[in-house]
């Protein structure tokens, strides 16, 4: 042989024995990554009765028939669900556990035979998602049907009693019902069953509309089930004001009414509010006040004296309006902050005072 030709064909050896072959995770003759269990064995042909070319003088026991044997993988996938199903194989032999899952997922969505479960629970306990891979392998199991022999049922309860052992399981009890649950940002599909995942730590999320948010961490133990309670408190629309007013014995006012003396606080539904402060001898304090949901809003009022020879009455935060003359005069108080303030107005209207000489 030529010299190139000899170099040619050992080229061509040596790509043959390096390239890799793809894991048989269907028929024929699977064969799963160590740890979880192998695809369903592929069928045999059925073998048929070859009759005697001599007759026997005493006529022997007809044979027990054979039981049937279920249909390859490949026989009964539609065309399109074979094409996924291949290139979930090829993905997997390049090491793609993550692509060939959704590859089988896709050829599974087209053509639902259950022993693709038991490819796609092969590619979550390669990605070391042991929690998925039991839930598929309990799928497997209960739609396999006619299809799993016994020697392929005997091996799915032996993956499943492993994959349990890195799992758990967790029980969702919620104060709210229709509440939305999230573990480590997924939605929980159905919050009253059992959910199984995998060993660790979860952050668990419930959400109502009209309560606070809830975010708790939870590990779970193997094989147990792990309770997860989780209180919702409705939220409150208001906030707590406090007014500490100088001197001790200053009577203080919220819309009208008197609350308390010298300092006082107390809880209100959020808006706003105006606070007036009194005591004889100084000045009358009043400001509105806007409260924000859970806000703590501190005010703190330090009354000036009046100045001398001028009449309480008269003094109305520095500006007055006496309107006529004699008795029956009327004072009118100073109005609250225009809207072009930017100050929410409170549930009071202006006072007025009405007094006579």
């Given amino acids: 042989m030529p010299r190139g030709r000899r170099l040619a064909a050992c080229l061509l050896a040596v ?32 073998p048929s009765a070859t009759p005697s070319a001599t007759p026997s003088a ?47 997922q896709a050829a599974y969505e087209l053509f639902p035979d259950p022993r693709l479960l038991w490819n796609m629970a092969t590619c979550a306990k390669t990605m070391h998602s ?45 104060s709210e019902p229709g509440a939305e649950l999230l573990v480590d940002g997924a939605p929980v599909e159905s919050p009253g069953e059992p959910l199984i995942a995998d060993l660790g730590p979860h952050k668990i999320t419930a959400k109502k509309a009209g309560f606070q948010e809830l975010t708790i961490t939870v590990s779970g133990k193997p094989t147990v089930s792990t309770p997860v309670k989780l209180q919702l408190v409705a939220v409150r629309h208001e906030g707590t004001l406090i007014v500490n007013a100088t001197p001790a014995d200053a009577a203080i006012f919220v819309d009208g009414r008197a609350v308390g003396v010298g300092h006082h606080r107390m809880k209100l539904p959020s808006g706003g509010y105006l606070v007036r402060v009194t005591a004889k001898g100084r000045r009358t304090f009043q400001q509105d006040v806007q409260l924000r949901d859970d806000e ?11 100045s001398a020879g001028v009449p309480t009455w008269l003094i109305v935060l520095g500006s007055a309006a006496v309107v006529g003359a004699g008795v029956g005069t009327t004072v009118y108080l100073a109005t609250r902050p225009s809207k072009n303030d930017n100050v929410p107005t409170g549930t009071l209207s202006p006072g007025v005072l009405t007094t006579s000489f």
């Fill in 15 to 46: 790509l043959v024995l390096a390239a890799p072959t793809a894991p048989a995770l269907a028929k024929p003759k699977p064969r799963a990554p160590v740890g979880a269990p192998k695809a369903p064995a592929a069928p045999s042909a059925t």
């Fill in 296 to 306: 703590t809003r501190t005010l703190p009022v330090s009354l000036e004296a009046e």
């Fill in 130 to 174: 042991y929690a998925d891979a039991l839930r598929l392998v309990r799928r497997y199991q209960s739609l396999g049907g006619g299809l799993l022999t016994a020697t392929d049922r005997a091996e799915a309860d032996q993956a499943a009693s492993a994959f349990a052992a890195l799992t758990t399981t967790l029980v969702f009890h919620v």
């Fill in 58 to 104: 005493t006529p022997s026991a007809p044979a027990a028939p054979s039981a049937a044997t279920p249909p390859s993988i490949s026989e009964t996938l539609s065309p399109p669900a074979r094409r996924e199903y291949e290139a979930a194989k090829g993905l997997f032999a390049l090491g793609d556990a993550k692509g060939a899952f959704y590859k089988f």
